[in-house]
């Protein structure tokens, strides 16, 4: 073999060797980045999936705090009509004069004689406006008497200002945790995005591997097909190599097994 045809062979076996290399070495980082985006996506998922738990829990959280305000509304809203009546029932507002009973012997004793009696206009006229008077004293003394006594109205309105402060309570209590979950939420969104950032800077990292790689093979493909052409004249290389060269330079393409397998054949030790 002259030497320029020797060299020849030893710079494509230089050129196929260090793409080779080249190429060994870009598909490990490929396939760590691989390796990278698969941990990003099982992270992303469970933050993900973590996240709409969160964001369900507060949603009803929210809901019961909505209907809890409108509960507190309502009893404070009562509590005040009844600390007011309360008011009115300790100072004893009520008018003063003879009881319920009497007075409904009053109005009878009247009742009575208009009756029985043999009245002039103006007379029964005057019992009338009596009786009228008397009823009035005595709806009075019912209304006031119908909301028990001082002691027993105070009783019912401390347990419903026992109820209203539970409700205070668990309203601060729901919105405390609505809090904590609107900033777990804020921190997992953050998390996310961070995620979904690296997850694109990666899938443009590995569309860059895949354009280096296809370049490689390519390069590497030219190489091997020149060197299938002239490798049959270095005498170093044995018969299943040329065997091998000789059944694949009637190969337009090369495929990737055929170039691993030229890959062996031609950095075998001689």
């Known amino acids: 073999m002259e030497e320029a045809e020797k060299q020849n062979i030893d710079e494509l076996k230089k050129k196929i060797e260090q793409n080779s290399v080249e190429l ?6 490929k396939e760590n980045k691989y390796k990278e985006k698969n941990k990003l996506d099982k992270l992303l998922f469970s933050f993900i999936k973590k996240a709409n738990e969160i964001r369900d829990k507060k949603k009803r959280t929210d809901t019961d705090i909505y209907q809890l305000k409108i509960s507190r509304k309502g009893l404070n809203s009562e509590l005040k009509n009844l600390f007011s009546k309360f008011k009115v029932i300790k100072q004893d507002r009520r008018p003063k004069g003879p009881g319920a009973e009497q007075l409904k012997k009053q109005i009878a004793t009247i009742q009575f004689s208009i009756e029985t009696e043999a009245l002039s206009f103006e007379r029964e006229k005057s019992y009338m406006e009596k009786i009228n008077q008397l009823k009035s004293q ?22 419903k200002k026992k109820i209203a402060d539970e409700t205070h309570e668990k309203i601060i209590t729901l919105a405390t945790e609505s809090s904590k979950d609107f900033e777990n939420l804020t921190d997992l969104s953050k998390k996310i995005s961070d995620i979904k950032k690296k997850k694109s800077e990666l899938q443009n990292s590995l569309k860059d591997y895949k354009e280096k790689i296809d370049s490689l093979n390519q390069t590497l493909e030219n190489c091997l097909q020149e060197w299938a052409k002239v490798a049959p004249m270095d005498a170093s290389i044995k018969k299943p190599e040329v065997d091998v060269i000789s059944r694949l330079k009637d190969k337009r393409t090369l495929t990737k097994d055929d170039i691993l397998e030229l890959q062996r054949k031609t950095f075998r030790k001689r």
Not at 147 to 155: H, I, V
């Open 138 to 159: 005595l709806s009075e003394i019912e209304k006031t008497s119908a909301d028990g006594n001082p002691k027993e109205f105070k009783r019912g309105l401390f347990d």
């Open 24 to 29: 060994k070495k870009i598909n490990e980082e």
